[in-house]
């Protein structure tokens, strides 16, 4: 019997679908291979091509190399607040090396996400510096994100992983990353992660430019950031938990950065309130580890009240980041002369 002309196209489309499914499914297999193999951020899951460094690119996946790279034993974790800190000054004060892996626009969960990816591969820093600002006063217990930030090359799930491999961004840096490993000269990304933002700054005009001096003199309103209030701090007790797990011989630094003085609330004000809740919940998570110390560089102080060392009533200049960097190294040198 012959078969009807419709029961014909039905089997052609049925082999085509097939066809096509398998045909996407090789394709798709075939990528994601490659793709974990090429380990297009140096992330450590492939070794296979691995040269220990990445292209020059931004912070947020610079940083899955940096923070695995077994030459550091302290880093720095914060924002664009305390980027200016710079690690060879404090290598030199200290003698233990160190990587910056503060990512400008982040927040407390992508910077623990940082310190968390850093203590996987290195279990017993000798130091950690954090930089807690007002991002960290937040009462969502989510600890949402401003900017896009990359979790899943941070992730311990192996499928985050993989599924962040399935971004067309990704796809383009593991062609260049390709091009990059079989070329002749490598350029390379800094490898302290050190990125000196006086220079971008200054390229967008003088201090005395007219949005600069509004950005910085234009006073901060009385009442509290919506919230921000309180009186649940949830960043700090995922802090307060990761301190923690440090094993004691770990010197932790905690800073508050400088603010500008018309950036800073006026006191008896329902905002100067919320500030020093948040920050003393801070500091309640920072004593559950045992060798630290708290450097508050918001405290009154005639710095604070120079316009020359702020673009911005929260970026400061090299004339104020050099004086903190020297404090924290002093602090870290104490605490591990400590008993």
Same mark, same amino acid.
């Given at each position: 019997m012959v078969p009807a002309s419709g029961s014909f196209a039905r089997q052609d489309?049925?082999?085509?679908?097939?066809?096509?499914l398998c045909t996407a499914i090789g394709l798709l297999a075939?990528?994601?291979t490659l793709a974990f193999l090429i380990d297009p951020y140096d992330s450590g899951r492939s070794t296979l091509f691995s040269a220990g460094a990445v292209?020059?690119?931004?912070?947020?996946t610079a940083a899955a190399s940096r923070g695995r790279d077994p030459a550091f034993a302290g880093a720095v974790f914060g924002n664009s607040h305390i980027q200016l800190i710079e690690p060879a000054r404090l290598t030199a004060a200290t003698g233990i090396p160190f990587v910056q892996l503060s990512v400008p626009a982040t927040g407390p969960g992508e910077q623990l996400a940082l310190l968390v990816w850093f203590l996987r591969h290195h279990p017993a820093p000798k130091a950690v510096i954090l930089s807690v600002d007002e991002y960290w006063c937040t009462d969502d217990p989510a600890l949402p994100n401003d900017k896009p930030f990359p979790f899943w090359l941070y992730s311990p799930d192996p499928l985050a992983y993989l599924r962040g491999l399935l971004r067309f961004s990704v796809a383009q840096e593991v062609v260049g990353r390709i091009g990059w490993l079989v070329g002749a000269r490598r350029k390379r990304a800094v490898a302290d992660g050190w990125w000196d933002y006086e220079l971008d700054?200054?390229?967008r005009? !003088?201090?005395d430019d007219d949005r600069l001096r509004v950005m910085r003199e234009t006073p901060v309103?009385?009442?509290?950031?919506?919230?921000?209030?309180?009186?649940?701090?949830p960043a700090a007790d995922r802090l307060g938990n990761a301190l923690a797990a440090l094993p004691a011989? !770990?010197?932790v630094v905690m800073v508050f950065p400088p603010v500008y003085a018309a950036g800073l609330p006026r006191p008896g004000t329902p905002r100067a309130h919320a500030e020093a809740a948040c920050r003393n919940a801070a500091a309640a998570a920072l004593q559950r580890h045992g060798r630290s110390a708290l450097l508050d560089a918001r405290l009154e102080r005639p710095a604070l009240h120079d316009p020359g060392l702020f673009f911005d009533q929260t970026h400061y200049r090299h004339a104020l980041a050099r004086p903190l960097t020297d404090e924290i190294a002093a602090a870290i040198v104490r605490l591990r002369g400590a008993p």
């Open positions: 489309w049925a082999a085509f679908a097939r066809l096509f075939g990528y994601l292209r020059p690119q931004g912070p947020r700054y200054l390229k005009g !003088t201090l309103p009385d009442a509290a950031a919506p919230g921000k209030a309180g009186p649940d701090f011989e !770990t010197a």
